[in-house]
T-cell receptor, first 113, second 110 residues
Framework: EPEVTQTPSHQVTQMGQEVILRCVPISNHLYFYWYRQILGQKVEFLVS????????KSEIFDDQFSVERPDGSNFTLKIRSTKLEDSAMYFC???????????FGPGTRLTVL | AQRVTQPEKLLSVFKGAPVELKCNYS??????LFWYVQYSRQRLQLLLR??SRESIKGFTADLNKGETSFHLKKPFAQEEDSAMYYCALKDSNSGYALNFGKGTSLLVTP
């Protein structure tokens, strides 16, 4: 059964550094999402992406964040200058349409030191 | 604004006992409600959505618009039901984002 994959599983970085989190959505899916979960808190929506543009973003998704689909398979989340408070589990998800089930990846744990 | 409330952080029941995981929401639009489950060391996966009106793994959930609730129920809990359960809401017409509650950790003991 096809699954969403994410790399790396764990990323450690220094404050102020740029990080890129990578996701490979399910191949026939057209909608892509990023969520994050700070330890002990709820899963929070960051951004959705369709047809090579952002379709919706939350207040969390400020100018430090960007998303890209650089080729036909990858979907990336870039944080330009990481802060301590960016430490969280980042989940990628994809769906066939906006009305279908969102399938989640296993997550990337980002630790900012 | 959307809000999803799961009042219980942890729920512990004995095997074979009924279980109810509570979820209340507030949203002025047209909501679609979901239950997602995360088993130990596994990814988030959809358990139920209210429009499907299905029973999955013995779980059911009914959307009560009057009480703005979408409680998850199972008449006889099994040990393999132990997991983290998240209630989530999405605008059924135009939304993309899932708005999650904080989750309830269900522990089923023998």
């Amino acid at each position: 059964e096809p699954e969403v994959t994410q790399t790396p599983s764990h990323q450690v970085t220094q404050m102020g550094q740029e990080v890129i989190l990578r996701c490979v959505p399910i191949s026939n899916h057209l909608y892509f999402y990023w969520y994050r979960q700070i330890l002990g808190q709820k899963v929070e929506f960051l951004v959705s992406f369709y047809n090579n543009e952002i379709s919706e973003k939350s207040e969390i998704f400020d100018d430090q964040f960007s998303v890209e689909r650089p080729d036909g398979s990858n979907f990336t989340l870039k944080i330009r200058s990481t802060k301590l408070e960016d430490s969280a589990m980042y989940f990628c998800a994809s769906s066939v349409t906006n009305y279908n089930e969102q399938f989640f990846g296993p997550g990337t744990r980002l630790t900012v030191l | 604004a959307q809000r999803v409330t799961q009042p219980e952080k942890l729920l512990s029941v004995f095997k074979g006992a009924p279980v109810e995981l509570k979820c209340n929401y507030s949203y002025s639009g047209s909501p679609e409600l979901f239950w997602y489950v995360q088993y130990s060391r596994q990814r988030l996966q959809l358990l139920l959505r209210h429009i499907s009106r299905e029973s999955i793994k013995g779980f059911t959930a009914d959307l009560n618009k009057g009480e703005t609730s979408f409680h998850l129920k199972k008449p006889f809990a099994q040990e393999e039901d132990s997991a983290m359960y998240y209630c989530a809401l999405k605008d059924s017409n135009s939304g993309y984002a899932l708005n999650f509650g904080k989750g309830t950790s269900l522990l089923v003991t023998p």
